[in-house]
């Protein structure tokens, strides 16, 4: 298909969607999320862990001005990507109140902040691993069945859309500061443990009915403001190469492994989202997209400031914003999450077909 043609297909599939949106309707039953502080809602606020972010000045921009736990001053880049599917909200996280009843039937958020592939990477900072939040899933098809029988839950979790995003946590916060991992196994060794892991991941969910799966590539990790602050040496503005040579690795493993994944599973459409180089263009040309500050976040000095490093009392904190990149030390603002959503809505889109 010419890219003219392509374009078109994506215009018309758009306004059948915007169709869908008027009548109340979603594109897809539900929308289903797994991984870490990127697509995380809330979950983490109901941990004993200082991975947080459900105080202020996250959540200062979110509607009612209410900080959720997301990791950001608003949304998240899946909180727009729900509504792009023609949800009026996002799913709930999943240990939070709202979790139960109705409300389960627009899908469910298991993500933690400071979660991955690699299982210990999450209980490295007691939040939730993967394997566990498989488990929570499995609790949360029980209570679907419940809600709409067995044959309407099958068709329900066939037609919905899930979510995984996560690696960037195994590698900044465990694999480059742990010693016990980076003398053991050089950044590619580890980036195939870490896709071993992604496969089985998307191989059980496959088996517990979900047919419709998008997976994020790695950002460049070398390029978000603490990275460059702890590993890019005093003084640095440059994104650090050892870091994206990672992450560049690992994107192209994940993408030769999903390809074989969508062939041996029958009927399962599985598309790879490239986050990698859209936030890479954000960070090197700012301006062309409206920003004006890419190396320091919001936050506080900017330069390494997330979770509880990033309170009311941070001295210094930004007081728009939509001028920066990031919010965080390493988490894209509201304003860069929207930009990041419409870049990934095309290849999306195959995946409501």
């Known amino acids: ?17 915007l169709i869908h949106v008027i009548n109340g309707q979603p594109l897809v039953p539900a929308f289903i999320l797994f991984g870490d502080s990127i697509v995380d809602q809330g979950n983490n606020n109901n941990l004993e862990t200082l991975v947080k972010a459900n105080f202020p000045p996250y959540g200062r921009d979110y509607p009612k001005h209410i900080p959720t736990g997301r990791f950001c001053n608003g949304k998240l880049a899946s909180d727009f990507t729900a509504e792009n599917l023609g949800f009026n909200s996002s799913p709930p996280a999943y240990l939070s109140h709202a979790a139960k009843g109705k409300h389960l039937l627009i899908g469910a958020n298991f993500a933690s902040a400071s979660s991955g592939y690699y299982d210990l990477t999450a209980k490295l900072f007691n939040t939730i691993p993967l394997s566990t939040q498989l488990e929570y899933y499995k609790e949360y098809q029980k209570k679907v069945v419940k809600l709409v029988g067995k044959v309407n839950a099958t068709s329900f979790i066939n037609g919905s859309v899930h979510f995984v995003s996560a690696g960037s946590s195994d590698f900044l916060q465990n694999y480059f500061v742990n010693p016990l991992l980076f003398e053991a196994y050089t950044p590619h060794q580890f980036s195939d443990i870490l896709i071993q892991s992604y496969a089985k991941f998307v191989q059980e969910l496959y088996e517990l009915g979900a047919r419709k799966i998008g997976v994020t590539t790695l950002p460049p990790i070398g390029c978000v403001p603490a990275a460059i602050t702890i590993f890019g040496g005093e003084g640095s503005n440059k994104c650090v190469e050892k870091l994206n040579k990672a992450a560049i690795y690992f994107n192209r493993k994940l993408n030769a492994t999903s390809l074989k994944l969508q062939q041996k599973l029958s009927g399962l459409n599985l598309v790879v989202l490239d986050i990698y180089q859209p936030l890479l263009d954000l960070v090197t040309h700012p301006t062309d997209h409206g920003f004006f500050e890419a190396r320091r976040a919001c936050c506080g000095t900017g330069l390494v400031e997330t979770s509880f490093l990033c309170n009311a009392e941070s001295p210094g904190t930004c007081k728009n914003a939509t001028e920066y990149v990031f919010w965080d030390g390493f988490h894209p603002t509201e304003a ?18």
């Not at 298909?1 to 969607?17: K, Q």
């Not at 860069?336 to 077909?353: F, K, M, P, R, Y």
């Open 1 to 17: 298909m010419g890219v003219s043609c392509f374009l078109l297909a994506c215009l018309f599939l758009l306004s059948l969607g």
């Open 336 to 353: 860069a999450n929207q930009v990041l959503s419409d870049d990934l809505l095309a290849a999306g889109l195959s995946l409501i077909g």
